[in-house]
Each structure stands twice: as C-alpha cells, then as structure tokens.
C-alpha cells in the first residue's frame, strides 16, 4: 500500500504542476476556450489524448499496461455528460483543475471543491435509485473503437485521423484574438 | 499563426501536451487509468466513515471506492501540491474571480462562490453518474480508445461550449 500512495502523490503532483502551467487551472482561460477565444487548452487536451494512446499502445506491446475500459450507457453516460457540459460550462473547472487550482489558491475553485464533494455524496446517497433507472437499462458494455475497426492498432490510428482533425479545425475556427492571456 | 499568443506566463500547448501524455502513460504502467472525479469519492467516503461507518459500509457507491488510504487520493492531493508548487514558482495571477467572470457579473464574491458551488455540484453529481470526469471518462477512456469516453467528450466539449455563450454572451469579445 505504501508504495501505491506514493506513486499517486508524484503522478499527481506532477499532473498539477503541467496543468497549471499550461492554464487550465485558470478558470478564466478556460472559459475563454468554451468560448472560441482561446485555442490552447482544448488543443493540449486532444493532443494529450493522441499521445497517451500511442504511448498506451506502446506499454499493451510491452505487456505491462493496466486498463479498466469503462461501459458505456446511452442514457447514463449521455445525461451525465449534458450536465458535465453545464456546470463545466458555467464554472470554468472540471473535477481534476479544481484540485489544482485549490493548490494555486484560488478561492472560487475551493467553493467548486466543497460543491464537488456534496455533488459526491448527493450522487452517492442515491446510487441505487439513479443507477438502476438511468445506467443499467442502456449499458452496451465496454465497447472500444478496436471493435469497429478489428485491431488495436487500426482503432489507434483512427482515433489519431478523428483527434488530429479536431486539433485543426480548433487552430482555424477559434478566435484567439487576445489568446486568453491574463494582463 | 497562434505564437503571439504563447506568452511566456504559460507553457505552450504542444510541449505541455508531450509532457501530459508522458505523465499518464506513467499512470497507466504504474497503477492503471487516472481519474480525479474518484478522489472526490474518497475524500468524501473517509471523511463519512469516521460519523457513520455503517452507512458508508452498505452504500453501494462507496463500497466501489477505496477512502483516502489510496493512490486515487494521493493523486488528486498530489495535484493540489502540483498546483501550489506550479503557482509559486510561476507568474500567472492568482484571482478569486476569474476576469471574464467580473466582466460579466461584477465582482461579487458571494455571487462567484455560489456559482462555482453550483457548478462543482453538478460536474461531481454528473461525474459519479457517468463513472468518470474530464481525466477518468474522457481523457483516461479516450486513451483506451473506449466509445463512453468519446461519447462524453463530445458531449461535454459541445454543452459547455453553448452553456459558456449563454453564460456570457459577448463578454470580452469586444476587446
């Protein structure tokens, strides 16, 4: 057990520290990239993807990857991420840069955290009515894109195709005209 | 085309992105997908189980989650420190309200805290409902080339896109 913690604590300080300073741990600049302004963040975020997938293919090849594919439910996953979209949208942090931005010390994400755990123990209080009624009914199960294009490495290059043409429809369609820069 | 917009005060997307992907490859090797939305479960799951260790033992959300004994909550306090040793040595401000916010609504605290209440509320209640937020459904999922991630990404991506331009209209635009 002890090792595991701290193989956690450096991941994640390491985690808090790129996502800090490359800005998403500013609600503001995120904000700015919901809103077309800022081209940045969602670009890191796609080519992270990118990267992490070849690189999760690379550790698969050597035999010491650990994954856990979660299901997906049309309706679960569907609602959750509508009401991820809103309250993503109309606060500015996402569960993990609240974190960070709690360690930057910025007082509005600490609200966000508090919020969080609430939201956290609401969900949890009501597993069992919201589990059966909205996630169950609609599991398809643990589908991957590699069960669409038959291998791996196939579903890698195609995930590469799909995220490497948003990262340039972000670079061309977003604005950036003051590039989300706190003065 | 976008170099004018890398001020030195943040890394630039590509490198960080390099760096990113090097971090949850780490991950992946050393303990399996990183999620965050998780470590709000065990905060919350330890914090309970010293008031009321029974309901904790027959809730079922909680069974699923380790308390805070646990990498997934290393991980999350480790960003917290990430954050705090990254703010420290760096250069970008530190604000109670994030700017656009004060444009739009003024700089009320009360009224930035309340919504950032809200907003944390609902993105935990909707993380827990789909089994992963932005790093354990999206990014994690996405890596692993899962459809439920790619699913929730562009639904995330879409509806706070069009929940920001509710939000704030033409706020900062102008400029």
Redesign the interface.
């Known amino acids: 057990?002890g090792s595991?913690?701290?193989?956690?604590?450096?991941?994640?300080?390491?985690?808090?520290?790129?996502?800090?300073?490359?800005?998403a741990?500013?609600?503001?600049?995120m904000?700015?990239a919901?809103?077309?302004?800022?081209?940045?963040?969602?670009?890191?975020?796609l080519?992270?993807?990118?990267?992490?997938?070849v690189?999760?293919l690379?550790?698969e090849a050597a035999g010491?990857?650990?994954?856990?594919?979660?299901?997906?439910?049309l309706v679960?996953?569907?609602?959750?991420?509508?009401?991820?979209?809103?309250?993503?949208?109309?606060?500015?942090?996402?569960?993990?840069?609240?974190?960070?931005?709690?360690?930057?010390?910025?007082?509005?994400?600490v609200?966000?955290?508090?919020?969080?755990?609430?939201?956290?123990?609401?969900?949890?209080?009501l597993?069992?009515f919201?589990?059966p009624l909205?996630?169950d009914p609609f599991n398809v199960g643990?589908?991957?894109?590699?069960d669409w294009t038959g291998s791996?490495p196939a579903?890698?290059v195609l995930?590469v195709f799909i995220?490497g043409l948003c990262i340039g429809a972000i670079?061309f369609l977003w604005k950036?005209?003051?590039?989300?820069?706190?003065? | 085309m976008d170099k004018k917009n890398n001020s030195p005060l943040y890394w630039p997307w590509l490198p960080a992105a390099f760096a990113l992907a090097g971090i949850i490859v780490f991950i992946f090797a050393t303990f399996g997908p990183p999620a965050s939305s998780s470590g709000f479960v065990s905060l919350i799951k330890g914090a309970v189980q010293t008031v009321a260790p029974g309901y904790v033992e027959n809730n079922p959300h909680y069974a699923t989650m380790p308390d805070t004994g646990s990498w997934l909550f290393a991980f999350v306090l480790g960003m917290a420190i990430g954050g705090f040793a990254a703010g420290r040595t760096g250069r970008i401000q530190v604000r109670d309200i994030p700017e656009i916010w004060e444009k739009r609504f003024g700089n009320s605290r009360i009224k930035r805290f309340a919504a950032t209440f809200a907003g944390g509320f609902i993105i935990l209640f909707a993380s827990r409902l789909a089994g992963g937020c932005t790093l354990g459904l999206f990014i994690s999922g996405s890596t692993q080339l899962a459809v439920s991630g790619l699913y929730f990404g562009v639904l995330i991506f879409a509806v706070a896109m069009v929940t920001a331009h509710l939000v704030y209209g033409n706020t900062g635009k102008e400029e």
């Open positions: 057990m595991e913690i701290w193989l956690g604590l450096l991941s994640g300080i390491a985690f808090g520290f790129v996502i800090q300073r490359v800005g741990s500013n609600a503001d600049k904000a700015r919901h809103l077309m302004m800022e081209s940045d963040i969602p670009k890191f975020m080519m992270a993807v990118i990267l992490s997938a690189g999760l690379g550790l010491v990857a650990n994954t856990r594919v979660l299901p997906t439910s679960a996953t569907g609602v959750a991420g509508i009401l991820f979209g809103i309250g993503w949208g109309f606060c500015g942090y996402c569960p993990g840069t609240t974190w960070a931005a709690v360690g930057e010390g910025r007082l509005d994400a609200f966000a955290l508090i919020g969080g755990l609430a939201g956290a123990a609401f969900f949890a209080h597993h069992e919201f589990i909205l996630y643990q589908i991957t894109l590699a791996r579903a890698v995930l995220f670079h950036g005209k003051n590039g989300g820069q706190t003065p």
